[in-house]
């Protein structure tokens, strides 16, 4: 069997213990190398200054603040926090529907995409044309393929129930109409999605040696036995990826539930922009960053949102610190971690 | 070490925090004095509004008249745009000189927080007479004594009924009490094959396409606040009389096959409509309707009537819901002068307001408008005019968290309407407790 051996980690360098004068020449030598190495740094760490560092501290900042775009914000202390843990009536639920898509709709993805890149490696022919048909959805924009699964799944017009009356089965589930499958129908749409996912797999599952596949069949180990000790161990770097990235991305689920909601919920009103019937049907499509959202810009809340946006962003490093830890301890054992 | 760098990291987030407090949007523009009576305005003027179609059309009739009497301004008009996108635009120190909103719910946030500047001192100056609108259009316009915003037209809202369907059920008129529209709408509906609703009678749903708690209040003399400004949903029984009246149609019908029906409804402001299509016997909807029909379905056989009040407050019938469209001036505006240039005009040149008010189907807002002769008027738009002079016709409240007092209502009313919420009283100050705690969040109070 292939084991994995962690790399062994760079020896420190001990810094000599007398400090010798640097002559001057090389003093500026250096120098100057300095300054060409900030030169070359300077693009990225304007662009992560302006576009990072400081909506980061802009957003700490108002998350102390009452603030409506409109007026100067004015620095309320903690007030914000406080209400979105004792008086908050949808925080609680944002945070449910949030975390049913994060631990519901990642491992389906993954799970549904690893399949699929397995079964798809093993076809001779026609392989390419099925990897393409597997893919073609993940190039579809999200918001054109959320309204066609609403049209999908309308349960007064949508083809789906109608296959189903067709079919001779009573049960006409009313889909994203109805707060129990309003979730699970996101799921169908982001499963249906996979394409991007499978799409790597497919490719890591192509540089598994296939010498390993050969000495653990010589070994007598089955085809469960091949995927648990000779392709997982292989894959297991991309799988993180696909986890982490998919947490991230579920965590900051936003469009799909959006239009999902709005549409299900009814045509948006004119001019009054998308705030109001966000949720819809009975909140259950309303996550988090969409009623962040809605707090910010449909009730001019945003230094309340922007509170929302700190706790989503230390909740995104935890889940990502917590993920690559664990991960550590499954690849290299104990002393990985 | 450790402890010196999270010291760093601290200190730095702390100096980039306070850079960005430092950086935070101010505008003072808003204080510049108005010009002297004799300066002529001129230059572009950039206007934004949320028309698309047919009336954005009918808008921009009426921009080249503006441009035409007044060859120093040019309009640059953006159409299709809405409160959220006007609202971050001005923030950003870039919105329109003049902003056209369908919503008077964002007045009180509007006018408070100086996004629209204060119109007092151009109407002063040019001595308009506000007595030409209507009490509850300058209700709505102004906040807390801040005028911010004109009347672009007004809404109204009343019954549209089918007369085919009606007839077809024995009826010859609209219904006069909500009693009558029940008994009514159950006669009117049918059923296909299946058991699914094929046309209902009157839809009870209270987020189906205009029905909404706003625009059903008036009918029971509902208010949204009490004297403190607290939430009245729990302590005025209007609410309650409502919600009692509207639970018992939706149990008639059954909510899952109202909540099938609405999933098929039809886009609202298109031929798909369920009312221009034959599928909605009766319907709550404002003035505009008509103009619609009359684009998508100028056949269709049907009447207006004022929407039905509660069977114990008949003294209210021919009242209804009034709103309008706003205008104002962005706090960034570069052309002050010329934007009320443009605001004056299509708010108080008679004109103007007639030839967009037959082009929209919308209800003048001005007496002069009102009593116009070019004002083209048929029995089915007279309804609405009568509706919009009504005494016992009411607006919305507006708050400094727009109207967020009814999304949470309405968020709770899906429960209530699907049986999700059985409590009456306790939902009702449940949303109320929401309301205020909202409110004082947003508000400090």
Redesign the interface.
């Known amino acids: 069997m292939t084991t994995l051996v962690r790399p062994a980690t760079d020896e420190r360098v001990v810094p000599p213990a007398r400090v010798r004068k640097v002559p001057a020449p090389l003093r500026k030598k250096r120098r100057k190398h300095r300054l060409f190495v900030a030169a070359l740094m300077a693009p990225w760490a304007i662009g992560f200054s302006v576009f990072f ?2 909506p ?3 957003t ?3 998350s102390f603040t ?9 620095f ?1 202390g903690l ?2 926090y406080r ?1 979105f843990f004792t ?1 908050d ?2 925080s609680l639920q944002s945070v449910r529907n949030t975390l049913w898509l994060t631990v519901f709709v990642v491992p389906a993805r993954i799970i549904f995409a690893l399949v699929i890149a397995q079964l798809v490696i093993q076809i001779k022919r026609g392989g390419n044309l099925l990897r393409t048909v597997f893919y073609l959805p993940a190039l579809a924009p999200p918001v054109a393929a959320t309204l066609a699964f609403t049209y999908l799944f ?4 949508g083809p789906v129930n109608q296959l189903l ?1 067709k079919l001779g089965i009573g049960w ?1 589930p ?1 889909w ?4 129990a499958l309003a979730k699970p129908t996101l799921l169908i749409l982001s499963v249906w999605g996979l394409g991007d996912v499978m799409v790597i797999f497919l490719a890591t599952l192509l540089q598994v040696p296939n010498e390993q596949y050969e000495a653990a069949h010589l070994d007598g180990a089955n085809a469960w036995q091949r995927f648990r000790y000779v392709t997982l161990p292989n894959i297991w770097p991309v799988l993180l990826f696909a986890a982490v990235t998919g947490v991230i991305a579920m965590l900051q689920f936003f469009t799909q539930a959006a239009v999902a909601s709005a549409v ?4 948006a009103p ?7 019937r966000l ?5 259950s499509m309303l996550t988090f960053p969409i009623w962040l959202y ?1 707090k910010g ?5 945003l230094g ?1 949102a922007c509170a929302m946006a700190v706790m989503l962003f230390v909740v995104s490093l935890a889940f990502t610190a917590v993920l690559l830890r664990r991960s550590r301890v499954f690849l290299y054992g104990a002393e990985g971690a | 070490m450790r402890s010196a760098k999270i010291y760093r990291l601290a200190l730095g987030l702390g100096a980039v925090s306070l850079l960005a407090a430092a950086c935070t949007a101010t505008d003072n523009k808003s204080d510049e004095p108005v010009a002297s009576p004799t300066a002529s305005a001129s230059g572009q003027v950039s206007f934004w509004h949320f028309f698309t179609g047919r009336e954005a059309s009918a808008i921009d009739a009426v921009v080249k008249d503006f441009e035409a009497s007044h060859p120093g301004i040019t309009v640059k008009v953006s159409k299709g745009q809405d409160d959220e996108k006007m609202r971050q635009a001005i923030s950003a120190g870039k919105g329109p000189d003049v902003g056209l909103s369908y919503s008077t719910d964002i007045v009180g946030n509007f006018c408070t927080s100086g996004a629209w500047r204060d119109l007092n001192p151009y109407i002063t100056r040019d001595k308009v007479d506000m007595n030409q609108l209507a009490p509850v259009v300058r209700s709505y316009t102004e906040y807390k004594g801040t005028r911010c915003s004109m009347p672009v037209l007004a809404d109204t809202y009343g019954l549209y009924y089918n007369k085919k369907l009606l007839a077809d059920a024995g009826f010859t008129e609209p219904p006069k009490t909500l009693s009558q529209l029940a008994e009514m709408a159950k006669k009117m509906t049918t059923h296909k094959a299946n058991g699914d609703i094929d046309v209902i009678g009157f839809m009870p749903f209270l987020d189906y396409y205009e029905n909404s708690p706003a625009h059903w209040a008036p009918h029971w003399a509902a208010t949204w606040f009490d004297q403190s400004g607290k939430s009245a949903l729990a302590t005025d029984p209007a609410w309650a009389a409502m919600l009692t009246w509207q639970k018992q149609l939706v149990d008639y019908y059954g909510s899952d096959k109202l909540t099938k029906f609405s999933a098929g409804k039809g886009d609202e402001f298109s031929a798909a409509n369920d009312f221009e299509r034959g599928k909605v016997a009766m319907m709550l909807d404002g003035e505009w309707r008509i103009a619609f029909i009359n684009a998508d379905k100028p056949n269709l056989d049907y009447g207006t009537a004022p929407f039905p009040p509660a069977d114990d407050k008949q003294n209210l019938y021919g009242g209804g819901y009034v709103t309008g469209n706003i205008v104002g001036i962005s706090r960034g505006s570069d052309n002050p002068e010329a934007a009320w240039e443009l605001i004056k005009y299509l708010t108080t040149d008679t004109g103007a307001i007639v030839k967009l008010a037959n082009g929209i189907k919308n209800v003048p807002t001005t007496q002069a408008a009102l009593a116009s002769p070019d004002l083209q008027v048929d029995d089915k738009f007279k309804t609405f005019l009568d509706i919009f002079a009504n005494p016992n016709s009411a607006t919305s409240p507006s708050t400094a968290n727009g109207a967020e007092y009814q999304t949470l209502f309405g968020t709770w009313l899906v429960k209530w309407q699907t049986g999700r919420a059985t409590d009456l009283q306790a939902g009702l100050e449940s949303v109320a407790k929401q309301i205020d705690d909202s409110l004082s969040l947003g508000t400090g109070s």
């Open positions: 560092l400081y980061l501290a802009a700490v900042w108002f009452r603030y409506n775009l409109l007026e100067q914000p004015v309320i007030r914000n209400f008086q009536p949808y309308n349960p007064a017009t009356g006409q009313l994203f109409s109805d707060p299900a919920g009814g045509t004119v001019g009054g922009g998308l705030g109001e949720g819809y049907p009975d909140n809605v810009f449909a009730n001019f809340q309340y």
